[in-house]
C-alpha cells in the first residue's frame, strides 16, 4: 500500500526515484507522482493510473536534478485523481510532501490552516503536512518535521523535500515500514528495500517516531526531540534479478515456479545432523517450550491460511491447544491469552496493520509471539520476541504464493520443534517427518510439471461466474485458499468451504454445471469426502477432483481429475494448493486481467 521512495545523490533523481517505484508497483496503487529539486526549484509531477501515465505526462519534459522523492497511492482519503496524487505541496509550491498512511486529526489541521489563510487544493490528508512546513519552516527542515510529527495522529511515513535544502530529504515514521538505503555518496529512504535494491543492498530500519536526515554525505536519525538515535545497518540477500521477472509474463507466474527452492530455503540449516531439528531463532529455552500451554496462530488472508494449516500440524504434534484466527478480529475480542501462550504472528511482508497490532495486543498481555515472516527487518518482527524467517525472497505479485508454501513450511518446523521439545513424538518420529518434508521440494516439482491439464481447465471456467472449493482437514484450508486466489485474480465468485458443512447450506448454491473443485488427496477422511463428491455431483455439479496418484476411489464421480503425487495427509496442502494458483493465474490471464496487480488490492495491507 503506498510506496516511497527518497533519493539525494549524483545520479539523475527522477530516474532513481521511478526506478524504485516501478519496484515498488508490487504494493498496489491507483496514482503516482514525483518532485525533483534543481536549481533551487521543485518540480512536481503527478497522474491519476499507473506509473506508465506518469512517465507519458512527464514524456519529454525535462526534470534534471540530484534530488527527488517519488510515490505511488493507494487511496484513502480523496479518490485517485491527479490533484490526489502525491506529491502534495504547499501554498508556494516550496515544499513538496509523499504520504504513507492516514493522519487521523487532518480535519482539524485543516480548519487551523484555512483559518491562518492556506488554501487546500486537494482532498487528501497529506496536504496538511506541506501547509505545516511552510507555516514552520524556519531554516531546518529536519526540527520543522520533529515538530509536525508531534502534532500528527495516526500513522504516517513522511518524506520531505524543500526548495531551500537542495541536499536534504527528511523522512518520518510512525506504525509504517521505513527502510534507509546507505549508498556511497548516495542514501535512500523507501517503504521497503526493493525501493533502492538496484542502488544498495546495506539497509538500516528506522523505528517509531524517529525523523531521517538523507544527505549525499550520510543519513542522520534522531528521534522526536532530536536526540541522535545510533543503530545497526544490514545486508539484504535478495537481489535485482530475484526481483524481476525472469522471462514469465507475470511475477506470479515466476513466484510459483520458484516454489520448490523456497520451500528448501526455508528448510536450510535447520535440520541438524542427527536428522533433528535446530531452531535458536525461537528464541525460547527448552523450559519456556515446556511451559507452553496454548498456541494462538494470527494473521490475515492466505497468511491466516496458512496459520490454519499450522493449527493442524501443531495440534497434531505438539498436543498443544491452537487456535487460528484473522488478525483482525482478534484483538477485539478480548482473548484469553498470558504468559504460557505462544502467539505466532504470521505475515509475508511483516507489515500487515491488523497483524502488527495483535502482534502488539498479545504482548501487552504478556505473551510470547514468535513472528512467520519473509521480511527481516519488518515491524513485526522488531516487535516480536523472537522471528522465523521464512526466506522465500521477494514476492512481487499481489497474491501470495510462494510465501504461503513457506508459512506453512515454517509452521511444520515449529510444529515439530515444539514436539521434539516437549516429548510429544519420539526422536525417529521427528526424524521421520523432516524426511518426508525435505522430499516435497521434488514432488512440488513434479505437480509443476503437469500443469497441462490444469491451464486446460482454466480455458474451460474461463467465462464461470461461480466456482465451490471443497477440502476436509488441511484441505479446508486450502479450499478457502484456493477460493481467495480465484476471486482475487479473476473475480469470480469462489467461496472454500469444509465439505462436511455443505449440507448445512452452501449445496444450495449447486445447480446444474456448478464448477466445484474439491481437494481430495489420499487421508483418513477420503470416504467421506468421496461421498462429499458424489453428493454435489448429483445436484448437477461439474466436480474437478485434487486426487493422490493411483487413488481410484474418487473417479467414478469425478469430472475432471487433476492428479498429484502422495506423500504424508499433514503434507498435501503443499501439493493441493499449487494446481489452485495455476488455475487462478490461468483464468486471469485468459480474462484479460492484470494477473500481478489486482484491481483494488495491496501487496501489504497497511492500514486497519
Ligand atoms: C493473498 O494472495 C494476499 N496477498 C493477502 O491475503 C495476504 O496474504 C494478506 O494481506 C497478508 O499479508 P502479509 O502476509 O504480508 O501479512
Not at 343 to 365: C, M, N, W
Not at 430 to 449: G, M, Y
Not at 496 to 508: D, S, V
Amino acid at each position: 500500500m503506498c510506496g516511497i521512495v527518497g533519493y539525494v545523490g549524483e545520479q539523475q533523481a527522477l530516474e532513481v526515484v521511478l526506478g524504485g517505484l516501478r519496484r515498488l508497483e508490487y504494493r498496489g496503487y491507483d496514482s503516482a507522482g514525483v518532485a525533483i529539486l534543481h536549481g533551487g526549484r521543485l518540480q512536481v509531477e503527478r497522474k491519476a493510473g499507473k506509473l506508465s501515465n506518469l512517465e507519458k505526462e512527464i514524456g519529454e519534459k525535462s526534470l534534471p536534478g540530484t534530488l527527488g522523492i517519488g510515490h505511488t497511492r493507494w487511496a484513502t482519503h480523496g479518490p485517485p485523481t491527479d490533484r490526489n496524487a502525491h506529491p502534495q505541496v504547499d501554498c508556494a509550491g516550496k515544499v513538496a510532501v509523499v504520504h504513507n498512511g492516514t493522519i487521523e486529526n487532518f480535519e482539524v489541521l485543516v480548519r487551523g490552516l484555512e483559518d491562518r489563510g492556506h488554501t487546500r487544493t486537494s482532498d487528501t490528508d497529506t496536504e496538511v503536512v506541506a501547509h505545516l512546513v511552510e507555516e514552520r519552516y524556519d531554516g531546518d527542515l529536519a526540527a520543522t518535521v520533529r515538530s509536525i510529527c508531534q502534532d500528527l495522529e495516526g500513522s504516517f511515513v513522511l518524506v520531505i523535500a524543500h526548495q531551500d535544502e537542495p541536499d536534504l530529504v527528511v523522512a518520518a515514521r510512525r506504525n509504517l515500514p521505513l527502510v534507509i538505503g546507505l549508498g556511497e555518496g548516495e542514501n535512500f529512504v523507501g517503504s521497503d528495500v526493493t525501493a533502492f535494491i538496484a542502488h544498495t543492498r546495506e539497509a538500516r530500519a528506522v523505528e517509531q517516531d524517529q525523523v531521517v536526515e538523507v544527505r549525499r554525505s550520510g543519513v542522520t536519525v534522531t528521534d522526536l526531540e532530536g536526540n541522535v538515535v545510533e543503530g545497526d545497518s544490514y545486508h539484504v540477500d535478495w537481489d535485482t534479478a530475484a526481483a524481476e521477472k525472469g522471462g514469465h509474463e507475470f511475477f506470479m507466474l515466476k513466484e510459483i515456479e520458484e516454489q520448490p527452492a523456497a520451500i528448501r530455503e526455508t528448510l536450510g540449516g535447520r535440520l541438524q545432523e542427527d536428522g533433528l531439528l535446530h531452531l535458536d531463532e525461537l528464541s525460547m529455552s527448552d523450559q519456556d517450550i515446556r511451559d507452553i500451554e496454548q498456541v494462538v496462530i494470527v494473521g490475515c488472508g492466505s497468511a491466516y491460511h496458512s496459520g490454519l494449516v499450522g493449527k493442524y500440524a501443531l495440534e497434531r504434534w505438539a498436543r498443544l491447544p491452537v487456535q487460528a484466527e484473522m488478525a483482525s478480529e482478534f484483538r477485539y475480542r478480548d482473548p484469553v491469552i498470558g504468559r504460557s501462550t505462544l502467539v505466532i504472528a504470521v505475515s509475508q511482508s511483516g507489515e500487515t496493520a491488523d497483524t502488527l497490532e495483535a502482534v502488539r495486543h498479545a504482548r501487552h498481555l504478556r505473551a510470547k509471539v514468535l513472528a512467520v515472516t519473509n521480511t527481516v527487518g519488518s515491524t513485526i518482527s522488531r516487535e516480536s520476541d523472537a522471528a522465523l524467517y521464512t526466506r522465500g525472497g521477494p514476492e512481487v505479485a499481489v497474491a501470495s504464493t510462494k510465501s504461503v508454501m513457506t508459512q506453512i513450511t515454517a509452521m511444520y518446523l515449529v510444529g515439530l520443534y515444539l514436539a521434539q521439545v516437549r516429548g510429544t513424538r519420539d526422536p525417529d518420529e521427528v526424524r521421520a517427518h523432516l524426511a518426508d518434508l525435505q522430499a516435497v521440494p521434488a514432488l512440488v516439482q513434479e505437480v509443476l510439471d503437469r500443469m497441462g491439464p490444469v491451464r486446460q481447465l482454466a480455458r474451460e471456467l474461463v467465462d464461470e461466474e461461480r466456482v465451490l472449493f471443497l477440502g476436509r482437514h488441511v484441505g479446508y484450508p486450502m479450499a478457502l485458499e484456493g477460493a481467495l486466489k480465484l476471486k482475487e485474480l479473476a473475480y469470480i465468485g469462489a467461496e472454500g468451504f469444509p465439505a462436511g458443512e455443505i449440507k448445512h447450506g452452501p449445496i444450495a448454491l449447486v445447480e446444474q454445471g456448478t464448477p466445484v473443485i474439491v481437494i481430495a488427496p489420499r487421508h483418513a477422511l477420503q470416504a467421506k469426502l468421496v461421498n462429499n463428491v458424489q453428493e454435489v455431483r448429483a445436484r448437477g455439479a461439474r466436480t474437478i477432483v485434487i486426487a493422490t496418484d493411483g487413488d481410484e476411489s474418487v473417479t467414478p464421480y469425478a469430472d475432471t481429475i487433476i492428479r498429484i503425487p502422495d506423500t504424508k495427509s499433514l503434507l498435501t496442502p503443499l501439493l493441493t494448493i499449487v494446481p489452485l494458483q495455476v488455475l487462478s493465474a490461468e483464468i486471469a490471464r485468459a480474462r484479460g486481467l492484470d494477473v500481478d496487480q489486482p484491481r483494488n488490492l495491496a501487496k501489504s495491507v497497511t492500514v486497519e
